[in-house]
């Protein structure tokens, strides 16, 4: 009896595990990214590149500075570093050039060594000083123009332009002499601001070809057992436009290491159905054939098939609790232990509809009788369940409720004989409903916790189950 309902669950898990897919000519995954979640990206990479891009070292820089009645002076700065980058404020936006983001008002600070010399007429030796300073920079904007696109089955991602401008610049100088100050600061503010407006947007270009390369090596396919893989692969130009950013993946399920081919009926989405909700920062739909695949792969692999030789009334697995619906069964074999072999014949049907899912279930069940070390295979009956699934997302969970829509039994062969197959039906059918799919209720109850991704989580998401999709509207948050 546990194995029936684990398998049931097995295939519950195949229609709600992978609810990120629509139904496309050339692709069964859509996402659209909306406003809401492009910002929420943005700001994920600006934090990122807040810690990423520091500490920067800047190249040393030397100048020559006349001073009234010293002379010529010759000052250095070495060891630039900028230690801490802090943006305040930032806008994105998307369209037919690329994704924009600007940010403006951000500061910086800045540490560095600075040294001076020079000789005078005053004294017979040459002077020397020096120390370090600190610098902070205000007014900080950088604006980056990024080209997404598919190539090859893969994002690619490259910087269009990239500029930096420096506002003010505040220095403060330990150690020398203090008449020498200001003469450091008007030699070298222009130098620090011109060093800081090249350095930046060249370690921004360098984590772009960085992010790029990750992008590339990201796999094609995506295993998810160890007999199933998701082509994984982009097709088609991704859509940018002022309210969001759409992209498309293949989306079927295959064996692992074999190329996923269509063969179910395509059904062309104009747009993703509405979830009736306030606009989400992701929204993703589901369409039937890609649960048809993934079904698909685990019946080609025989992998739909089960022994039952444990269930909670152990009795049922003796000829001795058959002996008054199969008497036959009984004389034949006396107080002889049983298991059961179930295997699904044909493809599952699935069919997404109005608030539930459908599945048709054609399952063949094998009596065997074992007797010493011999397994006999003494009966066969054809089965057809039928069940429909409604689920929701609660706590953070994706629960639902299954029921029994219908139940047949036929004979398909004997070796003791023809059976009372209704009788036998209708035993079975009490069991489905009062034992089977009570727990498999009570299962489902419990939920199949969303899981969590590099510390970010689903947040008020919802599905809606309507014609041939399931439709998730979520927003992602941080894990504290």
């Known amino acids: 009896m546990e194995r029936i309902i684990s398998s049931y669950l097995l295939?519950?898990?195949?229609?709600?595990?992978?609810i990120q897919v629509e139904s496309r000519e050339n692709g069964y995954i859509t996402a659209e990214i909306s406003n809401r979640g492009l910002e929420f990206l943005k700001d994920l990479l600006i934090q990122e590149a807040e810690s990423s891009l520091v500490p920067l070292e800047l190249p040393r820089i030397e100048k020559a500075v006349k001073i009234p009645i010293i002379g010529n002076v010759q000052i250095a700065i070495s060891n630039i570093v900028i230690e801490r980058i802090d943006v305040t404020s930032s806008t994105l936006q998307t369209g037919d050039s690329g994704i924009v983001i600007d940010v403006a008002g951000a500061t910086a600070n800045l540490s560095m060594n600075w040294e001076y010399s020079y000789s005078t007429w005053l004294l017979p030796i040459s002077l020397s000083d020096n120390g370090n300073a600190t610098v902070q920079v205000e007014g900080l904007e950088v604006g980056l123009t990024l080209s997404l696109e598919t190539v090859?089955?893969?994002?690619?991602?490259?910087?269009?332009e990239c500029g930096c401008y420096v506002g003010d610049?505040?220095?403060?100088?330990n150690g020398g002499a203090s008449?020498?100050?200001?003469?450091?600061?008007?030699?070298?503010?222009g130098k620090i601001s011109s060093a800081v407006e090249d350095a930046i947007p060249?370690?921004?270009?360098?984590?772009?070809v960085n992010l790029d390369s990750l992008l590339q090596s990201l796999p094609k396919e995506l295993p998810v057992t160890n007999i199933a893989a998701m082509n994984v692969t982009f097709v088609d130009d991704l859509v940018l436009n002022k309210s969001s950013l759409r992209l498309k993946?293949?989306?079927?399920?295959?064996?692992?290491?074999?190329?996923a081919l269509p063969t179910y009926h395509h059904r062309l989405l104009s747009a993703l159905v509405s979830t009736d909700e306030a606009e989400k920062m992701v929204k993703i739909s589901v369409h039937e054939d890609v649960i048809k695949s993934a079904s698909a792969v685990y019946f080609e692999a025989n992998k739909m098939v089960w022994t039952v030789d444990k269930v909670p009334d152990q009795s049922l697995l003796n000829t001795a609790g058959w002996k008054f619906i199969i008497p036959q069964l009984y004389k034949k074999y006396p107080n002889h232990d049983m298991n059961l072999n179930l295997s699904v014949s044909s493809l599952p049907t699935i069919e997404v509809e109005e608030q539930q899912v459908r599945v048709v279930v054609p399952l063949d069940v094998v009596i065997n009788v074992l007797e010493a070390d011999e397994i006999i295979p003494v009966v066969c009956i054809s089965t057809v369940i039928s069940s429909s699934t409604s689920a929701e997302i609660s706590r953070n969970a994706v629960v639902g409720v299954a029921k029994l829509n219908s139940f047949t039994m036929s004979l398909k062969w004997s070796k003791i004989g023809s059976l009372h197959m209704h009788l036998i039906q209708t035993l079975v059918s009490t069991v489905m409903r009062t034992v089977v799919f009570p727990y498999l209720n009570l299962q489902l109850d419990q939920g199949y916790p969303i899981p969590v991704f590099h510390g970010y989580t689903l947040k008020d998401a919802g599905i809606l189950l309507t014609d041939n999709q399931i439709v998730v509207g979520t927003d992602v948050a941080h894990v504290c």
């Open 169 to 173: 610049i505040s220095i403060r100088l």
């Open 202 to 208: 060249e370690k921004i270009k360098e984590a772009i």
């Open 152 to 160: 090859g089955g893969s994002l690619r991602l490259s910087p269009l």
């Open 179 to 189: 008449w020498l100050y200001q003469g450091f600061i008007d030699a070298f503010e």
């Open 249 to 259: 993946i293949d989306g079927l399920f295959s064996e692992t290491h074999k190329v």
């Open 11 to 18: 295939l519950l898990l195949l229609t709600f595990s992978y």
